[in-house]
């Protein structure tokens, strides 16, 4: 089985930066995406970015595009969100996930086989 476990969450004030880490174990770590979602209070689940883990190609939301950076540590098997000039509108529960093949668009929830738990960023403003 795949375990995602996110950390670094936390509180920042808006203009501060934040990195929250995706840490994958378990058996088969072979993916073709790894993606970064998030999820205000009432809201829907919405993307915020992926990475393609052979070749490292970046994708994002327009809304984070610029301020956000999505990067791996291919030995252990981590993804990082490196979030920058962080605004109110950021707060929301992050969510790492997985894939092991593209079949769907890279920002579509279903495409992704396994999700973490969440880790909450709050942005005060």
């Known amino acids: 089985q795949v375990q995602l476990v996110e950390s670094g969450g936390g509180l920042v004030q808006a203009g501060g930066s934040l990195r929250v880490s995706c840490a994958a174990s378990g058996r088969s770590l072979s993916f073709e995406v790894m993606g970064w979602f998030r999820q205000a209070p009432g809201k829907e689940r919405e993307f915020v970015g992926a990475?393609?883990?052979?070749?490292?190609?970046?994708y994002y939301a327009d809304s984070v595009e610029g301020r956000f950076t999505i990067s791996r540590d291919v030995p252990k098997n981590t993804v990082y969100l490196q979030m920058n000039s962080l605004k109110p509108e950021d707060t929301a529960v992050y969510y790492c996930a997985a894939a092991r093949y593209l079949r769907r668009s890279i920002s579509d929830t279903h495409q992704y086989d396994y999700w973490g738990q969440g880790t909450q960023v709050t942005v005060s403003s």
């Open positions: 990475l393609r883990w052979f070749g490292g190609s970046t």
